[in-house]
């Protein structure tokens, strides 16, 4: 059976600084993978890198924001450079809004948030296309949510536009590379425990499972490693027919009515 062993491949992880692209870039240099670790704060990127290298794997960091069309083809270009050609990408980075009413949600807010969560994963997915293109293929990963699927509470409506337009790039560059051996999936998580959690889990168990319940049925947080292992699947020969689709990470949210 094909197995999920990524020796031998090349990776770019944006947002890798923590979270869901911190647990990613560790799984998929422990899959053996060469990582380029990919965010805006150098400090936090470079000891993600050697946290890699002490465990025998092979990453570097590479300092770019997702707001400039510049450091995303940089980006690109330095993965190859280093790597010899790019094999997976995973398009991580974003940024969150609280909810925000449409009457009162300003074009300021409107406009950062769509250059960064969909202007940003479109100009990583062109490059990375690109690339992929001159080496006889790949595979790129898009980091969307539940909230592509639905409206939420809790976001602004930038950011619930943004993640229904990355599904929507998601399936558009499946079908029109698929016959050049790019796969293009995505991974849709529910709330996941990142540093913006941290409030909450520190009361503890019983204050999660209150103020999840509603929402997942399982009450907790999704884990970052989870949605990493994910990645590393759909990356891998084991997901050779997965293509145009998305992993859903919710606990069981999406199927309540």
Known sequence: MPNQSLTGKSAIVTGATSGIGEATAYALADAGAQVLVVGRRRDLG???????????????????????????????????????????????????????????YSDDSW?????????????CMRAEIAAMLTSGG???INNAST????GSHRAGPAYVAAKHGVLGLTKQAAIQYVQHNIRVNAVSPGPTETPVAAPLVSQGPAAVA?????????GKFISPSAIAQAVVYLASDAASMVNGSEIVLDGGQLALL
């Open 46 to 104: 470079e000891q993600v890198v050697s946290n890699i290298q002490k465990t025998g794997g092979s990453a570097s960091f590479y300092a770019a924001d997702m707001h400039s069309v510049h450091d995303i083809n940089s980006m690109v270009e330095t993965a190859v450079s280093r790597f010899g050609k790019l094999d997976i990408a995973f398009n991580n980075a974003g940024i969150f809004d609280r909810m925000n009413d449409f009457h009162t």
């Open 111 to 123: 406009d950062d948030m769509l250059a960064v969560n969909l202007t940003g994963v479109f100009r």
């Open 147 to 150: 909230v592509s699927h639905r």
């Open 210 to 218: 209150a103020a999840l319940s509603q929402l997942n049925p399982t």
């Open 138 to 140: 790949g595979v790129i």
